[in-house]
T-cell receptor, first 116, second 115 residues
Framework: AQKITQTQPGMFVQEKEAVTLDCTYD???????LFWYKQPSSGEMIFLIY??????QNATEGRYSLNFQKARKSANLVISASQLGDSAMYFC?????????????FGTGTRLKVLA | GAGVSQSPSNKVTEKGKDVELRCDPI?????LYWYRQSLGQGLEFLIY????????KSGLPSDRFSAERTGGSVSTLTIQRTQQEDSAVYLC?????????????FGPGTRLTVL
């Protein structure tokens, strides 16, 4: 069965420093996608970055990068040069490609607080 | 262009009453998803629409929950005989075609409180 685990309920980081948010996953599907979303206090979910299981290189989008370690089944989000506006909840999610389901599975999230 | 919109933004109801939650996806998006987010939790998948049909409704928690989509656009999530455990934020998302790598765009959500 699909499962996403985020073990850090809360994290602090100093402004301008880098931070890594952990995500491990489990699936029996050989092909899948991994996603990270940001949810500010206003509540909207904002897509950040995507990694396909078949991608050879780690995904990057501006200050966001995904540290994908397939053998370890981990997909950690790295935010470089943190900004105060990065304070939010961050969710890791996955979707299997061949299981016949269209379901996205989300983790319980990590609340990030950036300190000035 | 306009994003995903949901109405109402807040809904307070009494236990046992029926409620309808509405989602307007981005124009041209054929895929539509409903999720539920309970306090302090991640998102729980409820149902997926492709056009007007729902090939995956595996996340609906009970037969009190139903959803429909008309004209390949607006979707309504209906909860009958609401219970206190139904209190949550209900989020709608749409994507261009429902492909696994399609970006989902989320609405602002409807906060449902069942007294």
């Amino acid at each position: 069965a699909q499962k996403i685990t985020q073990t850090q309920p809360g994290m602090f980081v100093q402004e301008k420093e880098a931070v890594t948010l952990d995500c491990t996953y489990d699936t029996s599907d050989p092909s899948y996608g991994l996603f990270w979303y940001k949810q500010p206090s206003s509540g909207e979910m904002i897509f950040l970055i995507y990694q396909g299981s078949y991608d050879q290189q780690n995904a990057t989008e501006g200050r966001y990068s995904l540290n994908f370690q397939k053998a370890r089944k981990s997909a950690n989000l790295v935010i470089s040069a943190s900004q105060l506006g990065d304070s939010a909840m961050y969710f890791c999610a996955m979707r299997d490609f061949f299981s016949g389901t269209y379901k996205y599975i989300f983790g319980t999230g990590t609340r990030l607080k950036v300190l000035a | 262009g306009a994003g995903v919109s949901q109405s109402p933004s807040n809904k307070v109801t009494e236990k046992g009453k029926d409620v309808e939650l509405r989602c307007d996806p981005i124009s041209g998006h054929t895929a539509l998803y409903w999720y539920r987010q309970s306090l302090g939790q991640g998102l729980e998948f409820l149902i997926y629409f492709q056009g007007n049909s729902a090939p995956d409704k595996s996340g609906l928690p009970s037969d009190r929950f139903s959803a429909e989509r008309t004209g390949g656009s607006v979707s309504t999530l209906t909860i009958q005989r609401t219970q206190q455990e139904d209190s949550a934020v209900y989020l709608c998302a749409s994507s261009l075609a429902g492909g696994a790598v399609d970006t989902q765009y989320f609405g602002p959500g409807t906060r449902l409180t069942v007294l």
